[in-house]
């Protein structure tokens, strides 16, 4: 099955601006399947960071938005800040001739310098 | 607000089954798919199995496909994964989660807290 593929690590100091890339395919994210983004604090559950694209949930800071393009779509994160630190992740579904999937991206950890 | 959470987490030897379940509230339980996502120690997020609000449409990764079965109870807001010749590979944390309406879902995944599956002799 298809992979969405993401950067293993990004790094920024405090208050900068970094950005997290999931790649896919014509087959998912080319295809025009919406991408949610995660975020998961160590040894917590992940939880929904962006929706539907570029959409956050109540309660997520504006510092977090999300953009997509083609067979990408990216994170952005501005404002870095220390508490940000954590894995994040792309998802989004893949439809081949034979099945309907859910993927994930392969995950970026975020260090804030 | 929606809560929800696992259980049926276990230590179980390879070739062996599990059943986890599921329990719901805080939604209408019936109104969405609803979903198992895993997470093998140190590693990403893995989607496993889906189902649809009324049974009708079952959803399988590969690496699952054939050993694990996915069903639902909406009058007890219960979905269940029966997990049979299991694997070490198998190993994880697994996550209950919830959606929308529909499979390619555009409101993201909601978790539960996880229960953790060990495949080991």
């Known amino acids: 099955q298809s992979v969405l593929t993401q950067p293993p690590s990004v790094s920024g100091a405090p208050g900068q601006r970094v950005t997290i890339s999931c790649t896919g395919s014509?087959?998912?994210?080319?295809?025009?399947?919406?991408v949610n983004w995660y975020q998961q604090l160590p040894g917590t559950a992940p939880k929904l960071l962006i929706f539907g694209d570029n959409n956050r949930p109540s309660g997520v800071p504006d510092r977090f938005s999300g953009s997509k393009s083609g067979t990408s779509a990216s994170l952005a994160i501005t404002g870095l800040q220390a508490d940000d630190e954590a894995d994040y992740y792309c998802?989004?579904?893949?439809?081949?001739?034979?099945?309907?999937?859910?993927?994930f991206g392969t995950g970026t950890t975020v260090i804030v310098l | 607000q929606v809560q929800l959470v696992e259980s049926g987490g276990d230590l179980v030897k390879p070739g062996g089954s599990l059943r986890l379940s599921c329990t719901a509230s805080?939604?209408?339980?019936?109104?969405?798919?609803m979903s198992w996502i895993r997470q093998a120690p140190g590693k990403g997020l893995e989607w496993v199995s889906s189902?649809?609000?009324?049974?009708?449409?079952?959803y399988y990764a590969d690496s699952v496909k054939g050993r694990f079965s996915i069903s639902r109870d909406n009058a007890k807001n219960s979905f269940f994964l029966q997990m049979n010749s299991l694997r070490a590979d198998d190993t994880a944390v697994y996550y209950c989660?919830?959606?929308?309406?529909?499979?390619?879902?555009?409101?993201?995944?909601?978790w539960g807290q996880g229960t953790l599956v060990t495949v080991s002799s």
């Open positions: 989660a919830t959606s929308s309406n529909a499979f390619y879902d555009t409101s993201g995944f909601t």
């Open positions: 189902i649809s609000p009324y049974d009708n449409a079952l």
């Open positions: 998802q989004s579904f893949d439809n081949s001739l034979t099945d309907s999937v859910v993927l």
């Open positions: 014509s087959s998912n994210i080319g295809a025009g399947y919406d």
């Open positions: 805080g939604f209408i339980f019936s109104d969405n798919y």
